[in-house]
């Protein structure tokens, strides 16, 4: 059989895993990235890998983290050990997958914009192509569903601040508003290699009707207003945010172009991380086209991330019904700090903790053991 070529767009955590894994398993890959590789990442650096499918990242990591901190109105301390989850440097994770893809064969072309016009021109080229251009993706805009990114995506603004944050140390820190709006956080990055200390301080509102009032440039005073808060003082050394597509698509073929990671919409509806579920389909989409395609890849795609998505779906559900106060000694019990808990919320809320207890029990597997 001649060998298959494919056009993967966009490098990203979703385009270098297909560039690497269809290298791997012997297909003709070309990955066209606009930029170069690793420059202009929107994201705070936190690689957690839900599903138990990556490991330890093998290139840019910065450490792996111990504790979280999460506050509603009282803080707590949660013990991260046993989950996977790391602080990276995505630019230096990339540029080292870019490598790894090179070596197995692949081609890795930087600055090269894909338009609507040339990707129907790569569509007659390539028996293949795969979309990871993240949003809006140029997938979208050929076939009219850019504004899906828009209304279920979730709103960020952040800020890069260099400064000490010994205070917080190896902590990332998570603040959670009620009603499923959304949260800020502060994920401190340590000192890379010439000494600079950074921390990548962000917010971020869901796609739900509360969140959608706090739009513009509302965010960046929050986020200004958070800076405040929590007396970061320090040079603000880059200014990003963009949207975190929290709703998968149902459709991810359209013609030979597959979409997968936040083209497909795949970053997750409880917090909007999307590194892992990015390269997981990334690789799926370069195997699906490598195999006999037995199935259609949406049902492929979605077989690999329903359950994870059910959970979070449903504890999405329950968090949009919380209050501060009640969603203050949720994050209590997530914390297992059981004292800071009355017998009496108990009582109140007892039918609530029994209608979720399958959740909360598929929630906490799925985060010690990627079990979901
Ligand atoms: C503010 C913010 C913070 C976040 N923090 C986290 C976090 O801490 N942890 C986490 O897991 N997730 C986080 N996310 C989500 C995460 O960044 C994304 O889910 C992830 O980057 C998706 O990877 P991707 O490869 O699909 O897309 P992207 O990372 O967006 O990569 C797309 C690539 O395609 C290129 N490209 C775009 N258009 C074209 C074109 N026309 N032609 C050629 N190339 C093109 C881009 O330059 C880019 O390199 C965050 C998101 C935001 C907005």
Same mark, same amino acid.
């Given at each position: 059989m001649p060998q298959q070529r494919i056009c993967v767009i966009g490098g990203g955590p979703a385009g270098l895993a297909a560039a690497l894994e269809g290298a791997r398993l012997g297909l003709k890959v070309d990955l066209l990235e606009?930029?170069?590789?690793? $420059?202009n990442i929107r994201c705070?650096?936190?690689?957690?890998?839900s599903l138990r499918?990556?490991?330890?990242?093998?290139?840019?990591?910065r450490f792996k983290v111990q504790e979280a901190v999460l506050k509603v109105q009282r803080e707590y301390k949660v %013990?991260? *050990?046993?989950?996977d989850l790391w602080m990276i440097d995505r630019s230096e994770w990339q540029r080292s997958l870019a490598d790894q893809a090179w070596e197995a064969g692949a081609r890795i072309l930087e600055n090269m914009r894909v338009t609507v016009d040339t990707l129907r021109d790569l569509q007659r080229e390539y028996d293949w192509i795969i979309d990871s251009?993240?949003?809006?993706s140029v997938t979208s805009l050929l076939y009219g569903f850019r504004d899906y990114y828009r209304r279920y995506g979730a709103v960020t603004a952040q800020y890069v601040v260099e400064g000490d944050f010994s205070k917080l140390g190896e902590r990332l820190k998570f603040v959670l508003f009620p009603y499923y709006a959304g949260y800020y956080w502060i994920f401190p990055k340590g000192r890379d290699a010439t000494g600079r200390e950074t921390a990548n301080v962000g917010i971020g509102y869901f796609p739900s009707k509360r969140g959608?009032?706090?739009?513009?440039d509302i965010l960046w005073e929050e986020l200004n207003n958070v800076l405040e808060r929590e007396k970061i003082e320090g040079k603000i050394i880059r200014r990003l945010g963009g949207l975190a597509p929290v709703k998968l698509r149902?459709?991810?073929?359209y013609g030979n172009i597959l979409l997968v990671g936040d083209a497909a919409g795949c $970053?997750?509806?409880?917090?909007?991380?999307?590194i892992d579920t990015a390269y997981v389909t990334g690789q799926l989409a370069a195997r699906w086209i490598a195999s006999? *395609?037995?199935? %259609?890849f949406s049902h492929e795609v979605w077989r690999l991330l329903r359950r994870k998505l059910e959970v979070e779906e449903r504890l999405c559900r329950l968090w949009e019904r919380l209050d501060a106060d009640t969603l203050d000694h949720f994050a209590g019990l997530i914390a297992r %700090?059981?004292?800071?808990?009355?017998i009496g919320w108990f009582a109140t809320h007892i039918r609530m903790l029994l209608g979720n207890l399958g959740t909360g029990i598929r929630f906490r597997s799925g985060l010690l053991k990627g079990k979901w």
């Open positions: 606009r930029n170069r590789i690793g $420059a705070a650096e936190g690689f957690y890998d499918l990556l490991g330890k990242p093998r290139a840019g990591l %013990d991260c *050990r046993k989950i251009s993240g949003v809006p959608r009032e706090k739009r513009g149902e459709q991810l073929r $970053a997750s509806p409880l917090h909007g991380g999307g006999s *395609r037995e199935y %259609d %700090d059981y004292r800071s808990i009355g």
